[in-house]
């Protein structure tokens, strides 16, 4: 079984940067070909946000973000933090390349708080 452990998040000033980790543990190669963060704004339902190939390292962005997010295997980069960024954030894995689809993802992280002041 997949586990995926976040570490990271808090509260920060507008334009700053903050980096949400995720560990990944258990499982057999073939579990999940992706891997990905979600977010879930106040009020909001959960949406995707970045997105990497487990093996290509192929990564695509949520347009709001390009720019300013980067994703890799391990972890999110968020730069240039803005008051819309405040979210609980997710890292997910999945068996579905490319997918931003929140229902393609069987394992999720515990989710993490990040919180941009104005």
């Known amino acids: 079984q997949v586990q995926l452990r976040q570490t990271g998040g808090g509260l920060v000033q507008a334009g700053d940067s903050l980096r949400l980790s995720c560990a990944v543990s258990?499982?057999?190669?073939?579990?999940?070909?992706?891997m990905a963060w979600f977010r879930q704004r106040p009020g909001k339902e959960r949406e995707f946000v970045a997105g990497i190939g487990r093996i290509s390292g192929w990564t695509f962005y949520e347009e709001t973000v390009k720019g300013r997010f980067t994703i890799s295997r391990d972890y999110l980069q968020m730069n240039n933090l803005k008051p819309e960024d405040t979210a609980v954030y997710y890292c997910?894995?999945?068996?579905?390349?490319?997918?931003?689809?929140?229902?393609?993802?069987?394992?999720w992280g515990q989710g993490t708080q990040v919180t941009v002041s104005a």
């Open positions: 997910a894995a999945g068996r579905a390349p490319n997918s931003r689809t929140e229902s393609d993802y069987n394992y």
């Open positions: 258990g499982g057999i190669v073939s579990d999940y070909v992706i």
